[in-house]
Structure formats: structure tokens, C-alpha cells
């Protein structure tokens, strides 16, 4: 019960002084029918009482899958009751990349991934720090509304850059790539791609030169064994036709 009075107490707008993000309450990011439904559920109460940056990785360890609320009663998964966890504690960006980027834990890394879209305020560093997650092309399990579905790391990481909902949860405003590209404030993006296409688009140039000297080579071919026809008139007037390249 103290857990759930903390929590209560965290969203008491009269008695609220913790971190602040986006000028406001960080819980406050998801809206108050998934907040209740978080706070009254079973995994809340007895999975993340007392957890703070360092226990809350153990919890973190344990994902299975990822996704928002599930069933007819909308029941949160622990992915999301984690992430309000974090947003409830606010932990340093050093904690927040640590789970981002250690290479074991797909599911911590989707985690930290969507708490860094949900709370870091710049655009660009958004997309600077996410955008190298487009290359992990891990599997990871989705818990929907009417069951299970297969995504990867990088759609997840895609869809947190180009959606506005993901996870039963409105995303703040993130401005396109391209905007910020106009205004300076990102260098344009390189794909892990990028080499292939360049071969690819090599070997389509060194294609179509070859078809052209074939296409030359057979005109020339045609022209030196066409069969046109001459006639040679003799003496007496009659006219033979003389067949030529015989």
C-alpha cells in the first residue's frame, strides 16, 4: 500500500517537487486511464516497489516481450509498468545509455530506447542516439490488444522516430528528420545501405554499357551480311539478279 500511496503522491499535482520534463510531472506523459490501470495492477504493486535505477535492471533483465496494454481490461504489460518506473525515478542519461547500448538484452535495450523517446526533450539528440539501433535486426515479441505479434529492434526503433502512438502511449512532438536537417541541427543520415546501393547502382551502370555494345556489335553485324538485291544488265538487254555476299 505505501507503494501505491508514492505513486499517488508522485501524480498529487499540489504536492509534487520531483524532476520535471517538458516543464511537467514525467508520469504524466502517459495518460491517466493507462496511469490508474498501472498503478492498480498486480505486477506494480509487487514487482516495483522499491526499485530504483540499479534493482529496476534486474526487473528489466526478466522482459519477455514488449507492448502497451493487452486483453478486454487493457491491462498494462511490465514493459510498460517499467517504463513508468523510470519515468518515475528520472535516472541519469549515463544509466539510460548504459542500458542502451550493452549488446546482451534486446529487451532493455527497446526499453531504454522508448524512455529516451518519451523524456529526452532535444530532437536531434533523439534521433543521434536511436538511429544507430536501425542496424539490430533482433526479433522481438509484441503483446497486442488481441494477442502476440513478431516485430524487430529496429522497427521498434523506427516506429518510436516516425509514429505519434506506440505502447498505448501518445509520443511527444518530435520534429521530421528532414526538418532538422534544413535547419542544420542534424547531418544527413548515412544508410547501413549505403555501400550496397552504391554496387548495386555500379552494376547497373556497367549493365546497361554492355547491352549498348551488344545492341552496336548486331547493327554492324546486319549491315556487313545484308542481302540486298542489284541487278546487272547485259548486252542484249535482258536483266540478271546478282545476289549479294553470295
Not at 14 to 39: H, M
Not at 212 to 239: F, R, W
Amino acid at each position: 500500500m505505501a507503494h501505491h500511496a508514492d505513486a499517488k503522491r508522485a501524480l498529487d499535482e499540489r504536492g509534487y517537487t520531483g524532476s520535471l520534463i517538458r516543464g511537467d510531472n514525467p508520469l504524466k506523459l502517459f495518460e491517466k486511464p493507462v496511469r490508474d490501470r498501472i498503478i492498480e495492477s498486480y505486477y506494480w504493486k509487487e514487482q516495483c516497489f522499491g526499485l530504483n535505477a540499479a534493482t529496476l535492471l534486474d526487473r528489466a533483465l526478466e522482459l519477455t516481450f514488449i507492448g502497451g496494454t493487452y486483453g478486454v481490461a487493457q491491462r498494462p504489460t511490465p514493459f510498460l509498468c517499467l517504463a513508468f518506473k523510470l519515468l518515475q525515478l528520472t535516472p541519469d542519461k549515463e544509466i539510460i545509455l548504459f542500458y542502451l547500448r550493452q549488446e546482451e538484452f534486446k529487451y532493455l535495450r527497446a526499453l531504454a530506447a522508448f524512455y529516451i523517446r518519451l523524456a529526452w526533450e532535444k530532437d536531434a539528440e533523439v534521433y543521434e542516439t536511436l538511429e544507430p539501433y536501425l542496424a539490430d535486426a533482433r526479433k522481438l515479441k509484441r503483446r497486442t490488444r488481441e494477442g502476440w505479434a513478431l516485430t524487430h529492434v529496429d522497427e521498434f526503433v523506427d516506429d518510436l522516430l516516425v509514429k505519434s502512438r506506440i505502447c498505448a502511449t501518445t509520443l511527444p512532438k518530435l520534429n521530421p528528420r528532414l526538418f532538422l536537417e534544413d535547419e542544420d541541427k542534424l547531418e544527413p543520415r548515412i544508410s547501413a545501405l549505403g555501400e550496397e546501393l552504391e554496387e548495386l547502382d555500379g552494376d547497373d551502370g556497367e549493365s546497361d554499357g554492355e547491352v549498348e555494345e551488344v545492341e552496336a556489335m548486331a547493327g554492324e553485324h546486319a549491315i556487313g551480311n545484308g542481302h540486298g538485291n542489284s541487278h546487272v544488265v547485259s548486252d542484249d538487254g535482258a536483266s540478271d539478279e546478282v545476289m549479294d555476299g553470295d
